[in-house]
């Protein structure tokens, strides 16, 4: 029996010398609408899939494969009796190859388009035949990547498409089509918490390996948005590593939240080049400055041994003055929405720094985490959820919406600006998080304790080693203080300033101690624990 191979491509690479192969080897070729067109084009006879329905495309387009002729000769086993006699009695023709790649709903969806307009994107046909095919496989050849095309001819030449390779293609019908369900659920539901939790995430690269050298990694990006990561590109450099690129996500991250913070402020002084610098995934240093090169040598001097072998992200481009500064430590990499011919001159002295170009901001609503049987899923602590950049409460100052000045002492205008920089910054540093700030520049950073004296003394003293002999005069907690020690510490230090989120049974004892050494203190009502 003539053997019958379904061809229905949307994407046509390769499918020409596919087609062809099989049309020199006597097969006969099904094709629809568009495919069908090309391929006779192109001197591939075809048989329209209609004269094998006896039913003619119906309703735009939307019903061409969907009949019993089709499916019932995608599933029938040919090793069961029932199922060939069946076939013979209803006089079809069993098809032992498909080849099928879907609409681009993935990229209809980030196109702009209506609602209406985008559900037109949906394949439904498409993925259906894929389905029926790849159910049996042991019968039928299925295809979905033009990548297996030469695989699959070169078997066929042979005379052997082995099983196991058959399933492996079978397993990417399913691989594809149930990323691209999740693409559509997400559209259609428009939900952060549905009943099941599906991303499309589509492997981006391989790593050469893990957090370390033992563990096997894969970037996955998602398929249906054009992410941070996705759409950030690499002008020079290695390869990025596992731990690059969560640095980068954070450093990037940062940016893109001073950005909304500075657009946002009503009130206090804004604006300028913002800096931070990362190492282990945290922050180690970050400032603002009147030009790159500035806000780096601020950043750099908060801590200029952890920002050895750190990730740099700017704000803004990276110009020759800057790269020059940046050029003079070890750095893994600089990520910044440009860089300058002059800073890319620079740079390229060091061949194996990467540079990434960012061209989306970082607004992901939500981030997961695995969990052993599971995963974590939440909305992103967003710097509009700080209540920093709204319509003000009072505060001198304005723009900070649920900060209230708990203190006898009000901060004044320009202090609040310091709290609303180091708010930005303390987000993205490991808990327990302290950060002491002076001119919008993060002098001492305590991140990652176990208690809060330990993050405030860590922070207090690298401040003091930092300014010098000037004192910094704003301290910023990610949390509350469950007793008033911080600020008996912060005293000591000459801080002036505090900004928490309060919340502790304690709190009185802390703004008692705030009023007995004239310190003022605002409490934000929102934490940032970052575990």
Known sequence: MKKRALISVYVKDGILELAGFLFAEGWEILSTGGTAKYLTENGISVTDVSSVTGFPECLDGRVKTLHPAIHAGLLAKRSDSSHTETLKKLDITPIDLVCVNLYPFFEKVQAGLSFDETVEFIDIGGPTMLRSAAKNFQDVIVLTDPADYPAVTEGLRSGTVSGEFRRKLAGKVFNLTSAYDAAVSRFMLDEDFPAYFSVPLKKGQALRYGENAHQNAALYLTADRTGAIGGMRQLQGKELSYNNIRDLDVAWKAASAYNRLNAAESGAEGGGYF?????????????????????????????????????????????????????????????????????????????????????????????????????????????????????????????????????????????????????????????????????????????????????????????????????????????????????????????????????????????????????????????????
């Not at 780096?296 to 992200?313: E, F, Q």
């Not at 974590?376 to 209540?387: F, N």
């Not at 809060?452 to 080693?465: D, F, G, N, P, V």
């Open 275 to 531: 800096t931070v610098a990362l190492k282990h995934n945290t922050p180690c240093g970050a400032a603002v400055g009147a030009t790159a090169a500035d806000s780096y040598r601020k950043t750099y001097k908060c801590d200029p041994v952890s920002i050895y072998g750190g990730i740099i992200g700017c704000n803004g481009a990276i110009d020759g003055e800057a790269a020059r500064e940046m050029a003079q430590t070890f750095l893994e990499v600089i990520v910044a929405p440009g860089f300058t011919e002059e800073a890319l001159e620079v740079f390229s002295a060091k061949k194996n720094l990467r540079l990434m170009q960012a061209q989306v901001p970082a607004e992901e609503k939500l981030e997961f985490i695995s969990i052993d049987g599971g995963v974590l899923v939440q909305q992103r602590d967003a710097i509009e959820a700080a209540g920093i950049g709204q319509d003000g409460n009072g505060i001198p100052g304005g723009g900070h919406q649920g900060w209230r000045v708990v203190t006898k002492k009000s901060p004044t205008r320009e202090q609040i600006a310091e709290m609303a920089f180091g708010m930005t910054v303390a987000m993205f540093a490991k808990s327990n998080a302290i950060v002491v700030v002076k001119d919008r520049t993060a002098v001492g950073i305590g991140c990652g304790q176990t208690n809060r004296i330990w993050a405030a003394e860590q922070a207090l003293e690298r401040a003091k080693a930092v300014t010098a002999p000037e004192r910094a005069v704003v301290l910023v907690s990610d949390a509350f203080f469950p007793f008033s020690d911080c600020v008996e510490k912060a005293a000591e230090y000459g801080i002036k300033a505090i900004v928490q989120p309060g919340g502790s049974i304690r709190d009185q004892e802390s703004i008692d101690a705030c009023d007995r050494l004239g310190i003022s203190m605002i409490f934000t009502g929102v934490r940032h624990f970052k575990h």
